[in-house]
Structure formats: structure tokens, C-alpha cells
């Protein structure tokens, strides 16, 4: 079971571009084959590569900026793959695929999910070319099974964690959603925000999870965060910094409804939101931030709420009189922006 990294993909870019200086950012599970693909470029080439040490969790963290600071003139982000290949001025995205089979834990999962007729299936990046097999197996199996439908930034039944478009489109035609990869951060938003029962098969361990109950927990640990900071009167709503987060509209809406209620604002801005930064804003008493979603859904260290953008709707609902709704149940919970911004040459 190895991950590829499209190292041909790369070479290729590098023998038409010609560049001077590259950037090269990768999530950390790819970083030690990206420094070998780094060595072969600097040796092949004589080019120098600086690989970020920042943290790259997804598509959001591309890096036209450091470019510009490293005057150099590319940038590879490698391994969160997309229908976009090319991505505002300088970055490149480089697809990596995991070899692993799920032959196994698919049959393994048969008996499981019998109590349901109509399957979707769904998966992240690595993953990809897994569908159609799997569809096959859970056809020949006698399941009805459905895929969700491209769009202009995620494939056929591809999430990333904060956007389930692909899924949101087809998950009221289907009784249970199938998640292809060990990833249970990915399965929890699709079971989040398709409401619907969320297995995720596990090609490691061949082992079949049923994410109900970490999906409920985090549901109503975000409703209780989103109640506690109905009571604050002082807010700070942070800016997210990385690239593909650019949420300023976002971040005025929110800001202008908190003060129309009644409450006070600082506005803040950071590339990571940690409880660490927090800390020193000791006045504030709850915060909404509108960078990634997953650092207030899945963010259990908090002392205060920390809202996200779908949460701060059903904040600004609350203080309207309105009633909560179930306010993870949409498509996307940020509206990334590198999807809106590809590059065309
Ligand atoms: S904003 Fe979306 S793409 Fe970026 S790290 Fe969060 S979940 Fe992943």
C-alpha cells in the first residue's frame, strides 16, 4: 500500500515552464516523499525548492503569496486533487493516489448495510479511482448504488472537509452513504451534512465504522457552542489568512449582524486558529471565525465557542428570533475560494 505522488506531471511542468525558484507544499503524511521528489528536482535541474513547514491541511493552503515573498516563480501543492489543476498565479496541483484495495472491506461491509436498498458512495482525493470498482462490487452485491455529481472544483463523489456538494446533491435518493478511506474526519462531515446514516470502510484495518455517534457529538457540541455564545457581548470574528479562505464579505456580514444585535466586535485575523492564540483575548467571550469550519466542528480544545460560518448563521438566526434548523445539513460550510479562481493559461 503506497501513495504516488504524479511526479511525471511535475517534470513535465518544470520542462515547459522553465522556473527559477520553486515552492512546494504537501500535507504531512506526504512530506517524505515530497523531499525525495525534491532532491531529484534540485539534482536534475539545479533549481532551488523550498518546501514549507506551515501547516497544509487542504486545497485552502496554497501558496501564491510565499512565492512572491521566496522569489520564485512556481509553486506545487501536492495531494489534494481537483477537478481545477491550476490555481491563481503561480500554483500547480499535483495529484497522489493510494494503492490500497477495498475489495475486502467491501464484503466485509455487505452484511452490515443490507438493511438498506440504495447505497452513495463517496471518498477524498486518494481514493478517487476506487468508485467505479466499488460500485460494481456493491451492484453485484444487490444494491442500488449512486454517485454525486461533478462539479467545477470536487470529481464524482469527492469531499474535501469542509464541502459535500458532490454528496449534498444526491444523498436524498440513498438510505446510507459509503465513505471509501480510513478517514473518519472526512466521513463525520458527509454524515454531518447529508443528516444521513455514514459508514466509512476502512481499507487498513478491512474494518466497517458507523460514524452516527461521533456525527451526534459533534452536532451537539456544536449547538451548545452556538447557545453559549448567544449570551457574549463581546465578540471577535477572525479573518482566516490562508489563500483559498479569503472570506472578507463573509467576515462584514457576520460582523454587521453581531452589531446591529447589540454586541461589540474586535476584528481579528490569523492563518492558524488555535487555542493558544486565542488566549490572550481574555475580554472577548466567544469568537466566530471564517477560516476552516473544522477547527470549530472538530475543535475540542476551546475554552470559549468558537463559531464557524454555518454556526454563526444559526447564531444571527437565534438573536433574529428565528429558529436554529439543522444548520450543518447544507452543502458547503465555507465557499472556498480557489474553486472560483482557477488559472486559464
Ligand atoms: S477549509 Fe476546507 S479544504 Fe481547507 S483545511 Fe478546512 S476542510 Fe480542508
Not at 462490487?137 to 474535501?160: I, K, P
Request: net charge negative.
Amino acid at each position: 500500500m503506497t501513495v504516488y505522488i504524479d511526479e511525471e506531471k511535475i517534470f513535465r511542468l518544470i520542462d515547459e515552464r522553465k522556473p527559477k525558484g520553486i515552492v512546494v507544499n504537501a500535507p504531512g503524511g506526504l512530506i517524505r516523499q515530497t523531499r525525495g521528489i525534491i532532491d531529484r528536482i534540485e539534482t536534475t535541474y539545479g533549481i532551488p525548492c523550498f518546501l514549507l513547514g506551515d501547516s497544509c491541511f487542504g486545497i485552502c493552503d496554497t501558496v501564491d503569496d510565499e512565492v512572491e515573498k521566496l522569489e520564485a516563480d512556481m509553486a506545487l501543492h501536492i495531494g489534494h486533487n481537483a477537478v481545477v489543476q491550476d490555481i491563481g498565479k503561480y500554483t500547480h496541483l499535483i495529484d497522489a493516489i493510494d494503492d490500497v484495495k477495498f475489495e475486502s472491506v467491501i464484503d466485509r461491509s455487505v452484511p452490515l448495510l443490507k438493511r438498506y436498498k440504495r447505497l452513495g458512495l463517496a471518498t477524498f482525493s486518494q481514493h478517487l479511482h476506487e468508485l467505479k470498482p466499488a460500485k460494481e462490487r456493491y451492484e453485484a452485491a444487490g444494491f442500488d448504488v449512486r454517485l454525486g455529481r461533478e462539479n467545477n472544483l470536487l470529481f464524482q463523489s469527492q469531499t474535501f472537509g469542509c464541502d459535500f456538494s458532490t454528496i449534498y446533491s444526491m444523498a436524498k435518493d440513498v438510505d446510507a452513504l459509503c465513505y471509501l478511506g480510513e478517514s473518519e474526519f472526512h466521513a463525520v462531515g458527509v454524515a454531518l451534512s447529508s443528516g444521513k446514516p455514514t459508514y466509512v470502510l476502512d481499507p487498513y484495518l478491512e474494518e466497517v465504522r458507523d460514524m452516527q455517534q461521533e456525527a451526534e457529538i459533534r452536532r451537539k457540541r456544536s449547538i451548545l457552542s452556538v447557545y453559549k455564545a448567544l449570551d457574549a457581548n463581546v465578540f471577535g470574528v477572525i479573518t482566516g489568512l490562508k489563500e483559498g479562505q479569503k472570506m472578507l464579505p463573509r467576515t462584514n456580514w457576520i460582523t454587521k449582524r453581531l452589531e446591529m444585535n447589540g454586541r461589540k466586535v474586535v476584528q481579528l485575523t490569523m492563518r492558524d486558529v488555535t487555542p493558544d492564540r486565542l488566549a490572550p483575548y481574555r475580554d472577548i467571550e466567544a469568537f466566530v471565525q471564517t477560516a476552516c469550519p473544522r477547527i470549530s466542528v472538530d475543535g475540542f480544545n476551546f475554552e470559549k465557542p468558537v463559531l464557524s460560518i454555518p454556526e454563526a448563521d444559526a447564531l444571527v438566526r437565534l438573536m433574529e428570533g428565528r429558529e436554529i434548523g439543522e444548520y450543518l445539513q447544507r452543502p458547503k460550510w465555507i465557499e472556498l475560494t480557489v474553486g472560483l479562481i482557477p488559472r486559464l493559461d
